[in-house]
């Protein structure tokens, strides 16, 4: 960390199926593109924060990032994400907040990149 670094928060979601396999896959493959992507190493994050639609209960996302070995000293937080009516089902959500020089690029994957069409090529803040 530079003593010109600020505190940014990003957003990342995946669509999962509900087994222990595809949570723990998907939650690993986002969390390895947000850090990635934006240049983030683990010692500059200050909390990841997940939800998850009620649909998907085999797999807590924070357990999916410790089994895959990632994120062992960042505290994590899982909370449901509100029930909407016609809402995409099979969400998970993270908000990853860190210090760092620049805005980050949020990263969508696997079908959730529709629940924001408005961060197509856009690359950075959000
Ligand atoms: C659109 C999304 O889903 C919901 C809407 C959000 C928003 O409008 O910023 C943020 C989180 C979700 O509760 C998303 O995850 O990006």
Known sequence: MNT????YAVRG???CE??????GSRVSELYSLLLAQNSVSECDIVS????MTADLDALNPATALRKAGMAS??????A????IR??????VRILLTYYGSRAGSPVYLHGAEKLRPDLIGASAGV
Do not use: K, Y
Not at 73 to 78: D, E, G, H, I
């Open 4 to 7: 010109s670094d600020r505190l």
């Open 13 to 15: 979601a995946v669509c």
């Open 18 to 23: 509900n087994t222990v396999e595809s949570i």
């Open 48 to 51: 990841v924060q997940f939800t």
């Open 73 to 78: 000293s960042v505290p994590l937080f899982a």
């Open 80 to 83: 449901a994400e509100p029930f």
């Open 86 to 91: 016609g809402g995409m089902p099979r969400v």
